[in-house]
């Protein structure tokens, strides 16, 4: 590469901090982590914080299930119109994605999912849901808002993008798999890499959290139907009785864990559905029970759906009942592991610390918690990780899919830069790999 071409790169890198034009043609480690602390000094200014905070509290008051965000897809629509942003929609029913930059290579991905729960918000509040029985208990609201802060803010730097960020706005992430189907609509098509942020309430605010590799189980859904014979409970003999059936096959699955399963594999079986009968002296004819079972890895999960399904089965029979087991992967696919990519990983340790300081970049543990971003990334280099909001001085921050949830609001300008960052510095290292020639002393940034 030709000095000029070189003079040419360290400009893009000046243009967005503002800085007069080194004459060293480098990728100078001076230069790179000015960038993200720029960035969230913008995300910081009141016009811009309080800007998210106002789309954040819209979307909360009209929250909306998976595969139903019509409204937020329509606001999330409006103002990338506002912004010049342009977009694909629908995707998935509801999803959009928009472009910033270029269209050309390298194109990077930043994602946030929009569907709510469904379940009564107890906090007492302005803002609070007006959507009886529905709820943004895991703030997904939060996250649209970020990512449309790291829109506002990649857009005025468009024309220093040397690539193009893509703006992927998600439906139905609990449970319905919307990344899926946003991956079989093309939303990562040509796209790279991704990156996915989650608020996190158990970790303080200015701090956030992840690790490389598996970092969120696999996970699937199941039901079973145990059929048998119902009569008066006071003569069993002349029945067959399907909760018994039941109450066994639930105390058998267990042992898939404690009795197959290495206990250095982690995984999970939980029953959390039992209906049966509906009077105290009447023996159903049939039970329907269901739950969850989730492992770490793809092989693990595999057997373990096997044999979920054999013991159901089994044990009906064994019982002289019989058993049919569902999965229904259609309206519930089965989430693989979330595994986050080594080189992405490097990457947002550099990002992070640049924002936050390295001292605030928390080693997550993996959890048996699932995410529809591992579709993502068990096709291209992905990486998600937790945002911290504990503020001791603001009460206690509830755990997600609680009734108290609650957003800090400060956490927002934090999401945005790191968004903003993240697709930034992934573009600035991929365009200067690509040109510098092999061997180059500055092969390594």
């Known amino acids: 590469m030709g000095f000029s071409q070189w003079l040419s790169l360290t400009f893009i890198f000046h243009a967005f901090l503002s800085l007069p034009i080194s004459s060293e043609p480098s990728l100078s480690p001076e230069v790179l982590p000015q960038i993200p ?22 979307i909360h008051e009209k929250p909306e299930l998976g595969f139903e965000e019509f409204e937020t897809s329509k606001l999330i629509r409006a103002e990338l119109d506002q912004m010049g942003i342009p977009y694909k929609y629908p995707l998935a029913e509801t999803g959009v994605v928009g472009y910033i930059g270029t ?6 991905a930043i994602r946030a999912d929009m569907d709510a729960l469904a379940m009564q918000e107890s906090v007492e509040w302005e803002h609070k849901s007006k959507v009886p029985g529905k709820m943004h208990a895991c703030g997904h609201d939060a996250h649209v808002a970020m990512l449309l802060g790291a829109a506002k803010i990649l857009q005025d730097h468009r024309h220093e993008l040397q690539g193009t960020v893509v703006l992927v ?57 145990i059929s048998g014979k119902g009569g008066h409970a006071a003569i069993p003999q002349h029945t067959i009785d399907p909760i018994l059936a039941a109450s066994n096959i639930i105390v058998s699955l267990q042992h898939l864990v404690s009795r197959e399963a290495d206990p250095l594999d982690s995984q999970v079986v ?4 039992f209906q049966g009968g509906g009077a105290f002296n009447v023996i159903p004819d049939s039970v329907t029970i269901g739950g969850i079972f989730r492992a770490f890895s793809k092989e693990s999960f595999i057997q373990l759906k096997q044999r979920i399904e054999e013991v159901i089965t089994k ?5 002289r009942c019989n058993a049919t087991v569902i999965f229904n992967e259609k309206e519930k696919p089965f989430y ?21 300081g390295a001292q605030n970049i928390l080693d997550k543990q993996p959890t048996m918690g699932a995410e529809d971003f591992s579709f993502y990334a068990e096709v291209i280099p992905g990486y998600f990780f937790s945002l911290g909001m504990k503020n001791e001085t603001q009460g206690r921050f509830e755990s997600g899919h609680s ?3 609650r ?12 968004h903003a960052s993240l697709a930034t510095r992934y573009i600035l290292e991929k365009q200067s790999k690509l040109n510098l020639p092999k061997g180059s002393i500055h092969d390594e940034l």
């Not at 602390?37 to 819209?58: N, S």
């Not at 796209?191 to 189980?217: Q, W």
């Not at 957003?407 to 790191?418: C, F, K, Q, S, T």
């Open 37 to 58: 602390v720029d960035f969230l000094d913008l995300a910081k200014r009141p016009e811009l914080f309080d800007w998210m905070v106002g789309i954040r509290r819209k």
């Open 103 to 108: 269209g050309s290579p390298p194109f990077v």
């Open 407 to 418: 957003v800090n609001e400060d956490a927002l300008p934090y999401g945005a830069a790191l």
């Open 336 to 356: 693989p592991v979330t595994v986050n990519d080594k080189d992405l990983h490097e990457l947002f340790q550099k990002v992070a610390g640049d924002i936050m």
């Open 403 to 405: 009734p108290n949830f």
């Open 270 to 273: 939980t029953v959390g559905k």
């Open 315 to 319: 044990q009906a029979s064994v019982h």
């Open 169 to 225: 706005f998600q439906p139905a992430e609990e449970g319905g798999g919307g990344a899926k189907k946003m991956l079989d609509d093309g939303a990562l098509e040509n796209v790279e890499a991704i990156f996915g942020i989650h608020v996190y309430a158990a970790h303080p605010i200015g701090t956030v959290a992840s690790r490389s590799g598996p970092i969120l189980a696999a996970s699937g859904f199941f039901e079973a139907v």
